[in-house]
């Protein structure tokens, strides 16, 4: 089993950066893709960006394409996302997910319990 600690979200004016962590523990967590999603208050969970095990594979979705860069760390079991131009729409609740490399919420069977980013205008 496998378990996920995010943190490094807060509030940030328009803009402006974060960076986002995931710590995974449990046998094998560095051999899992790894993905964020997020999730704004009244929508459904969407996909942010997902990072192969190896790290050579990696997708985003197009709404955060050219501003978010995801990055892992297998030595430390962390994987990053890098927010860069956040804008408000990117204001969610963001999850970190371990599983198989996808899009698709489904194919995730770990989860962590999400932080808090909130974008000002």
């Known amino acids: 089993q496998v378990q996920l600690v995010e943190s490094g979200g807060g509030l940030v004016q328009a803009g402006g950066s974060l960076r986002l962590s995931c710590t995974a523990s449990g046998r094998t967590s560095s051999t899992y893709a790894k993905a964020w999603f997020r999730q704004a208050p009244g929508k459904e969970r969407e996909f942010v960006a997902a990072?192969?095990?190896?790290?050579?594979?990696?997708g985003y979705a197009d709404s955060v394409k050219g501003r978010f860069t995801i990055s892992r760390d297998n030595a430390q079991n962390t994987v990053y996302l890098q927010m860069n131009s956040l804008k408000p729409e990117d204001t969610a609740v963001y999850y970190c997910a371990a599983g198989t490399f996808s899009t698709r919420y489904d194919d995730y069977g770990a989860w962590g319990q999400g932080t808090q980013v909130t974008v000002s205008s």
């Open positions: 990072i192969g095990w190896r790290g050579a594979t990696i």
